[in-house]
T-cell receptor, first 111, second 113 residues
Framework: SQQGEEDPQALSIQEGENATMNCSYK?????LQWYRQNSGRGLVHLIL?????REKHSGRLRVTLDTSKKSSSLLITASRAADTASYFC???????????FGTGTRLQVFP | KAGVTQTPRYLIKTRGQQVTLSCSPI?????VSWYQQTPGQGLQFLFE???????NKGNFPGRFSGRQFSNSRSEMNVSTLELGDSALYLC????????????FGPGTRLTVT
C-alpha cells in the first residue's frame, strides 16, 4: 500500500490565488520530497525537506513538515496557469532507501 | 546537460509477450531507479541500480527484472506480460546512490492487449 495520502485529491483555483496541498504518511522517515507531474509525463523534483527540518522555501513554494503528526503541506503562492499539474509527496521511510509516493493532488489553475 | 531519456516512448504488446525498456541517465549519474505508474496503484518503486548492481527492489514479481551497464544506461524487462502491466514506466537518475533528488525521464507508456 502507498505510504502517503494526499488531500485534497483535486483542487481548482484562479490565477493569483494560493494553493495548499497536504500529505500524510505512516512511518518514520529520513526525508519527504514533493514532485510535480504534467499530464502523465515525467516527474519534476520540487523540494526535499529532511526529517529534522520544519519548513523550507523555494521560490513560490513553501513546504512544512510535522513529524509528530506525520504530515506535510505544500503551499504554492500566487499561482499561475502553468502550475496546473499533479503534485505528489514522496517519503523515504527510515532505513529503507526507497521512495514511496502519495496518491497525488491534481491542481487546476484557471487564468 | 541532456536530461534522462527513455525509449521507446510508447509500446503496445500482447499478453504473454516480453518487453524491454531502456533508460539513459543524465551524464555522470550512476544511480537509476525504475517506477511503475498506474491509475489504480499510483507510483510504485520497482528497483534501483547503482554502478551495475541492484541496490534495492520493490514488491514486484520476478517477471520484472532489470540491469545496468557500465555506462550507467539501464534496461528493464518484463516477461510474460499481463493486462495489469499496462502502465507508465518511469526511470529516474541521481548522482548519488539512493532516492534523493531524482531526475525523471518522460516515461514509456506500455499498453498490453
Amino acid at each position: 500500500s502507498q505510504q502517503g495520502e494526499e488531500d485534497p485529491q483535486a483542487l481548482s483555483i484562479q490565477e493569483g490565488e494560493n494553493a495548499t496541498m497536504n500529505c500524510s504518511y505512516k512511518t518514520s522517515i529520513n526525508n519527504l520530497q514533493w514532485y510535480r507531474q504534467n499530464s502523465g509525463r515525467g516527474l519534476v523534483h520540487l523540494i526535499l525537506i529532511r526529517s529534522n527540518e520544519r519548513e523550507k522555501h523555494s521560490g513560490r513554494l513553501r513546504v512544512t513538515l510535522d513529524t509528530s503528526k506525520k504530515s506535510s503541506s505544500l503551499l504554492i503562492t500566487a499561482s499561475r496557469a502553468a502550475d496546473t499539474a499533479s503534485y505528489f509527496c514522496a517519503t523515504e521511510p527510515y532505513n529503507t532507501d526507497k521512495l514511496i509516493f502519495g496518491t497525488g493532488t491534481r491542481l487546476q489553475v484557471f487564468p | 546537460k541532456a536530461g534522462v531519456t527513455q525509449t521507446p516512448r510508447y509500446l503496445i504488446k500482447t499478453r504473454g509477450q516480453q518487453v524491454t525498456l531502456s533508460c539513459s541517465p543524465i551524464s555522470g549519474h550512476r544511480s537509476v531507479s525504475w517506477y511503475q505508474q498506474t491509475p489504480g496503484q499510483g507510483l510504485q518503486f520497482l528497483f534501483e541500480y547503482f554502478s551495475e548492481t541492484q541496490r534495492n527492489k520493490g514488491n514486484f514479481p520476478g517477471r520484472f527484472s532489470g540491469r545496468q551497464f557500465s555506462n550507467s544506461r539501464s534496461e528493464m524487462n518484463v516477461s510474460t506480460l499481463e493486462l495489469g502491466d499496462s502502465a507508465l514506466y518511469l526511470c529516474a537518475s541521481s548522482s548519488l546512490a539512493g532516492v534523493r533528488e531524482q531526475y525523471f525521464g518522460p516515461g514509456t507508456r506500455l499498453t498490453v492487449t
